[in-house]
């Protein structure tokens, strides 16, 4: 056996076999030229995942039309937006339709169910069960469900049914079905419901209308309701159940009648379905069900705002259109036609119900369940998230973005993804005492029971009223109740889980610590102190006015935005006796990994800004300086801390004298020999553009020089006029202001364009970009500019520095940092905030990084550019352009690319990596990382240990470098923070020493520079730079492939003999001694923990 | 597995134009890496900047070695003289490659016949490593804000020089015809013409285009409309086929498959 051992494991193969992978993207571009695979290319279109620009002769492109191409671009343009979505549409639905096969298979099953109901013995006529007044105190449905049973207990014995159980019908507690399922390859296929039903017109419509009570307080409570003779309460849930049984077929008939026939309709029915299940929005009780919207599209066909002859798409919008402009829980809608004057009129629903949708009898609400309680009148939660997504879906439709269809049907919006925080209450039985606080009996009388429906209103009505300004959108979810067996016990209302409330969040509500009441003399006050208890105080304001207010504790940004905590924690003890511990509120989990050492109150925003303030100070000092030859033109900041995305904020560095080596001639402190490694400290970037003049040599090498003569003096300058500690290099100078460090970049604005000259034979002065000129122009021009951008975003979404610093965190965390830059990750962070749909930007960093995760898994790299449209300066044609320009030069751009307002054409800051290996790597990190996460945020039980998704899997590693934490500087900032490291030569008061610090001085980044040079080219070497213990080594398997003699490449192999020949192959057991030579004392131990590379 | 039992059992047998000379960092280590040495040499008649016959080229020179005439020089103390010290880089730092020149051709023979293994740490003669190394590499790094003056004040001074020379010169031959009669035309003449650089033609040609482009009546002749016309079609149909390939290939992935 020769070699190293194939890639056993997919993910080593993945990282280590650059040579392997690269084709895909490459292959088609380079290969293309030659006439052999140029047929190969043709004759696979999308070769291996891969678009290509689209190759059309003239002849074919300018031949005439036919009648037929004709008529169905008019078509597509008429029935659809574009061509693109036409295709998209149809695909979706063949992918939802039911095939005729299928069809054909269910029809059968469904005859057999027939032939076997009707046969089952001894079942009497429901006249024989059914009386005259069953419509009162539940009777109806306790026979109903003993009906069920009894067919159950029959058909179970059946060898047709593969299964036999019972589930409610839309969760309704009263209502089981019974659900059939075949035995054998098709139990999967389908699964029949059996909903028993009266004959139409066995009940009298007249006692189930909205204000009729069928449920007598008697018989529910065992007493009359509260005082002798007072009106038994309204029981509008109830009757609205028991109508829905004798109305349910002929809702069929009017659905097949109305949609049957009509295709467009009944693919728009197809596409709503999908667009309220990727939303979530039909899940549970009383959800928005794919019922209730296929008789919202008979009713707008019946009112002549959908016609038979529209498409899916056209159905789909017209709908979305009504959802968003009407508002049901107002203006009420009826299917009925008929002008019968002993019908009730639309404003009895209204009583009744907050959404109000009457079927054709003129009796029954189809929306009944959408309400969840009676407690308040016009609100529904459910509603108003149907509209808000209505709205949403809407403003994505007009805005003809070429993603709309992805954005609109296929982007999942599970709640913990779409809503800023989420808070379980755990357990439920909770709520029922809660009911018994609310006095909510009447509505447990109509819920037969069901205290979670009936508390369910009552609740988020007190939530909403006292999130107020902070709140932008609540809504719930609750589990679905389980099917359960039918010699089980049905689930009880508490067994149902828990209720998840989201909350998305307005971030201008965010800021505020102070809830404003009324003056004390006024009425109002009585009210607001019994709202918020002894929370509310009385507080005299500047103005003078003494007013009713409520204050919260909250210091820092990352408090503020938990402040909703705070209220809705409150409000439920004070009001419903649901106490702290069943509250688990998931709004701030994460923020424990983007915490500097000893600030558990803040995620950093402040520090930040108190560098970004200094930095200000310092460019005010750079302004005004006398003496300089020539004025400053502009100074920008140009690094992370002065956007607000640097993970770990700088803190003030005040060095202890004693822990360091004096080098008093140059004021610098050297790190000492007997000491750990000192406290990391980084300078910050800043470009300062000195003004253009006739003075600058047009020379590069001259200019070189100038700009040396520059940095000196400004260092001078800084230090006579400022009292600044300095420290020039010919390209930089290096500022100590109040314990900050800057790194002083000066630039002169032609020195790029001096770099690109090149002078042809002729004398004609040419540009040409080169090496040097693009990073000169990157890092003076783009990176401000980039700089600049993103620390406006952040002005515009507080929430912007948390999510990019935990995204980069965790991109870090799993050791791929130093394949991502910077920038490219801020960008990618950007892009949440500025094409967030199908969502809104994120307000809180929790929700912003799952949908970083969901970004980076599901983001189709090689066939699309990411594009971040920084203050919005792209138009939608210049898009569409770079789209296009992007296809025809894919093979020479990098494989991760990103496009900006100011970088169209190069993706500047993905140029050097990611390598199509790691960034797949990446996306399958993420790809588990996501589903992983957003389950322990979801579990009411609480999210358990949130740093597991941080932590990197190592066992991929061929070898592990453990590492010293004595000389890792920055050890505290590590996942798993270490209870106690070491010192790191810091005083917390400032110290008498001015001394410059000791700067960028990282020994694991030292030693993995050496290593990289050392060994770059046999093995790949991971880290995380925030505190790693560990370096994970993983060889190129290509490298290790024995190779004959060549003076070329010796590097760290030694000369076999194999079969008589020599070969070479990597010395690998000096090459690990060599990983302990080069970090000494910094490396503890070598783990070569593979024997892939035995060759 | 054999592999494995081949290699310790095995010494590694160096090609026979290239001797293997083991060497490791200090006495600790257990395993060497090879030196893999020959006399340097060139082809007749090619330029070599290093002395024919008195020169030693050492292949593999490990990243940590940063002398390695100093190692071979203490291995060789026995039967030479000191030699001439001399080295050069061919790649990134690294494993590198080295020339060491000898005083005499005998010194290369010698240096052949070494057995090893060659240390680079010793006691008496320490190399810095790890955290020892990069400690001093910072205060190494610490500029020194005179000697930079000094450089950039010389170079400027000899610059300037060179600049104000170049202007002499251009200022005599100003106006002046040269052997065929033709007059130099530069921009620091009393009429300065355009400079000759690429952008300022393309720059002169666009406002040519443009000025044509104004004086053109848009869609005005009938054949204009049908042109314009089947130029949309045209677009439509390279859309539709770039939009037919996407579609291709997100159902190649199953990208329709809502949930």
New interface residues.
């Given amino acids: ?2 070699g190293p051992a194939p890639a056993g494991e997919q993910l080593c193969g993945a990282i280590g076999e650059p040579e392997v992978m690269e084709p895909a993207l490459e292959g088609t571009g380079k290969e293309g030229k030659k006439a052999s695979s140029r047929k190969r290319t043709l004759a696979e ?2 070769a291996k ?1 891969l ?2 620009p ?1 190759k ?1 002769s003239r002849a ?3 031949k005439e ?1 036919t009648n037929e191409e004709l008529n169905h ?1 008019r078509e597509t343009e008429i029935l659809f937006h ?3 979505l036409r ?2 549409v149809e ?2 639905l ?3 339709r039911l095939s005729e096969k299928k069809k054909d298979r269910i029809d059968a099953f469904l005859r057999e169910v027939n032939q076997r109901v009707v046969r089952v013995p001894s079942v009497p006529e429901t006249e024989e069960i059914l009386q005259d007044k069953d419509g009162l105190n539940q009777r109806y449905f306790r026979k109903r469900a003993l009906y069920l049973a009894h067919l159950a207990h029959h058909l179970a014995q059946d060898p047709l049914f593969g299964s036999v159980c019972f589930s409610y019908t839309n969760g309704c507690h009263l209502k089981p079905s019974l659900l059939l399922r075949p035995r054998g390859k098709d139990e999967r296929l389908v699964t029949v419901r059996l909903h028993p039903c009266p004959p139409p017109d066995f009940f009298r419509p007249c006692r189930l209308l909205p204000t009729k009570n069928n449920v007598r307080s008697a018989w529910y409570r065992g007493q009359s309701p509260a005082g002798d003779g007072s009106p038994e309460p309204p029981t509008p849930h109830y009757n609205t159940w028991v109508l829905q049984d004798t109305a349910l077929e002929s809702h069929l008939q009017l659905l097949s009648t109305m949609l049957g026939s009509a295709q467009g309709l009944k693919d728009g029915v197809a596409l709503l379905k ?1 667009w309220l ?2 939303r979530e929005l039909d899940k549970g009780q009383g959800g928005f069900t794919g019922f209730l919207v296929s008789m919202l599209v008979v009713f707008l066909v019946s009112t002549h705002k959908i016609h038979t002859t529209m498409s899916g798409y056209q159905v789909l919008r017209s709908v979305l259109q009504f959802l968003a402009t009407t508002d049901l829980t107002v203006n009420g809608i009826s299917l009925c036609l008929s002008s019968d004057p002993s019908l009730p009129a639309l404003a009895d629903f209204h009583q009744a119900f907050s959404v109000v949708f009457l079927d054709s009898s003129g009796r029954l609400n189809l929306c009944a369940d959408v309400t969840a309680s009676t407690y308040h009148q016009g609100w529904s939660l459910l509603w108003l998230q149907v509209q808000y997504e209505a709205r949403l879906s809407m403003t994505l439709l007009d805005s003809r973005a070429d993603d709309g269809f992805q954005l609109l ?2 982007t ?1 919006k599970p709640m913990i993804r779409a809503f800023d925080h989420v808070l379980h209450l755990h357990p439920l039985s909770r709520l029922q005492a809660a009911c018994h606080r609310l006095k909510l009996w009447p509505e447990l009388q109509d819920n037969g029971g069901d205290y979670v429906s009936a508390a369910l209103g009552p609740l988020t009505t007190l939530l909403e009223q006292g999130l107020g300004t902070r709140l932008k959108l609540l809504a719930h979810s609750r589990p679905p109740v389980p099917e359960w067996g039918i010699s089980q016990d049905p689930p009880k209302h508490k067994d149902s889980g828990s209720l998840t409330l989201g909350l998305l969040l307005r971030p201008e509500g965010l800021t505020s610590v102070l809830e404003l009441g009324p003056e004390a003399d006024q009425p109002e006050a009585a009210k607001f102190r019994q709202f918020w208890g002894f929370r509310s105080e009385l507080r005299r304001f500047q103005d003078g006015a003494i007013r009713e207010a409520v204050v919260w504790e909250a210091a820092s940004m990352s408090q503020k935005r938990l402040i909703p905590h705070q209220v809705v924690t409150h409000l439920l003890a004070l009001h419903t006796d649901i106490p702290e511990t069943c509250v688990h509120y998931v709004g701030g989990p994460l923020d424990a990994l983007i915490q500097g050492l000893k600030q558990t109150s803040s995620t950093g925003e402040e520090a930040l800004a108190v560098a970004v303030c200094c930095y200000d100070d310092l460019s005010r000092l750079l302004w005004g300086l006398e003496g300089l030859p020539l004025t400053v033109s502009a100074v920008q900041g140009a690094h992370p801390v002065l956007r607000y995305t640097e993970v770990f904020p700088p803190t003030p560095v005040r060095p202890a004298s004693s822990f360091y ?1 004096p ?1 008093q001639e ?1 004021s ?1 402190l ?4 007997d000491k750990p490694c000192p406290a990391y400290v980084e300078p910050m970037t800043v470009v300062c553009h000195l003004e253009g003049s006739g003075q600058w ?1 047009q ?1 590069a ?2 200019v070189q ?2 700009r ?2 520059f940095q ?1 003096r400004l ?1 001078e300058l800084l230090t006579q006029q400022h009292g600044l500690q300095c ?4 390209t930089h100078t290096d500022v100590l202001k109040d314990g900050f460090v800057f790194r002083i970049r000066v630039a002169y604005q032609r020195e790029p364009q001096i770099l690109k000259e090149v002078q042809s034979p002729e ?5 040409r970009d080169t090496p040097a000129s693009l990073r000169l122009e990157r890092d003076t021009r783009q990176l401000p500019l980039l700089t600049s951008a993103l620390h406006g975003l952040q002005q515009q979404h507080p929430a912007f520095s948390g999510v990019a610093r935990l995204a980069k965190r965790w991109v870090r965390a799993q050791l791929l940092g130093e394949d991502f830059t910077d920038e490219s990750l801020d960008l990618v962070a950007a892009a949440l905030f500025l094409h967030p749909e199908p969502f809104t930007p994120p307000s809180s960093p929790q929700v912003g990084f799952l949908r970083f995760l969901y970004l980076v898994s599901t983001f189709d790299w090689k ?1 699309n550019p990411l594009i971040v449209n920084l203050n919005n300066e792209l138009t939608v044609e210049e898009q569409v352009e770079i789209r ?1 320009g992007f ?1 025809a030069a894919r093979t020479q751009l990098p494989v991760m690319v990103i496009v900006t307002p100011q970088d169209r054409k190069h993706s500047v800051w993905t140029q050097d990596g990611p390598s199509a290996q790691i960034l797949q790597q990446l996306v399958v990190l993420a790809a588990e990382a996501l589903p992983m996460l957003e389950k322990q945020l979801m579990d009411p039980q609480g999210p358990g240990d949130i740093r597991t998704v941080f932590r990197p899997p190592l066992d991929i590693y061929d070898v592990l470098i453990r590492l010293s934490p004595r ?1 890792i500087p920055r050890h505290r900032q590590a996942v798993d923070s270490p209870a106690a490291s070491f010192c790191r030569g810091l005083l917390s008061q400032p110290g008498p020493s001015s001394l410059m610090p ?1 700067l960028g ?1 990282d ?1 694991p980044q ?2 993995l520079m ?1 290593l990289r ?4 080219d046999l093995a790949l070497f991971f880290y995380d730079q925030h505190g790693g213990e560990v370096i994970g080594v993983l060889w190129k398997p290509t490298s290790f492939q024995p190779q004959p ?1 060549k ?1 070329s490449s ?8 194999r079969g008589g020949e ?1 070969v070479m192959v990597p ?1 690998v ?2 090459i ?3 990983f302990a ?7 503890q131990t070598v783990e070569a923990r593979s024997e892939r590379w ?2 | ?4 039992k ?2 310790r059992s ?1 010494h ?4 026979i134009s ?1 001797p ?1 000379i083991p060497i ?3 006495e600790k ?6 030196l ?1 040495v020959r006399a340097h040499g060139v082809r007749q008649g090619t330029k070599s900047t290093w002395p024919q016959k008195r020169t030693l080229f050492v ?2 020179v ?3 070695c940063t002398e390695v005439s100093d190692r071979v020089r203490l291995h060789l103390k026995k039967t030479q003289k000191t030699p001439k010290i001399s080295r050069t880089w061919w ?5 590198q ?1 080295a020339y060491v020149v000898f005083q005499k051709p005998s010194g290369v023979s010698a240096a052949l016949a070494l057995k090893g293994p060659l240390l680079v740490s010793t006691e008496s003669h320490p190399v810095k ?4 190394k ?2 001093s ?3 190494d790094s ?4 005179e000697a ?2 000094v ?2 004040d010389t ?2 001074e000899a ?1 300037d020089q060179k ?1 104000a020379e170049e202007e002499a010169k251009a200022k005599e031959e100003e106006g002046v015809p040269d052997k065929e009669g033709w007059v130099k035309v530069t921009r620091r003449g009393r009429r300065p013409v355009l ?5 300022a ?1 393309l720059r002169v040609l666009e406002r040519e285009r443009r000025k044509r482009a104004r004086k053109e009546l848009l869609n005005f002749y009938a054949w204009q409309h049908r042109e314009s016309k ?1 130029e949309h ?2 677009q ?18 199953r ?5």
């Fill in positions: 056996m020769m279109p999308p995942g678009l290509q689209v059309l074919e492109l300018y039309p671009l574009s061509s693109l295709l998209q695909e979706l063949k992918e939802v999908v299940r990727q049907l296929m999942p080596e080098l140059r610098s050297l790190p000492r020999l040599p020379d090498e001259a020089r100038v040396a003569a000196l260092a420290r020039a290099t010919a004398g004609m002065i040419s540009l066939n296009s296809l000389h000791v001085y020994p030292l030693y050496q040079e050392a060994f770059g003699f003076a010796t590097k760290g192999r030694m000369v076999m003999s020599l010395n057991e000096a690990l001694e060599d030579v080069l970090g000494e004392g910094l490396v035995t060759v | 597995s054999i592999s494995k081949k290699k095995g590694p047998s160096p090609p290239f293997a490791k960092f200090s280590q257990q395993a060497s890496h090879y893999y292949l593999n490990p990243p940590y790649h990134t730092p690294g494993f490659v490593s790890g955290i020892h990069w400690i590499d910072y205060a610490i500029p020194d804000p930079l003056r450089e950039v170079f400027m610059y600049i400079p000759r650089t690429e952008a033609s089947m079609l045209a439509l149909r390279k859309k539709f086929e770039e939009d037919k390939q996407r579609i291709e290939l997100l159902r190649a992935q990208k329709f498959r809502p949930y």
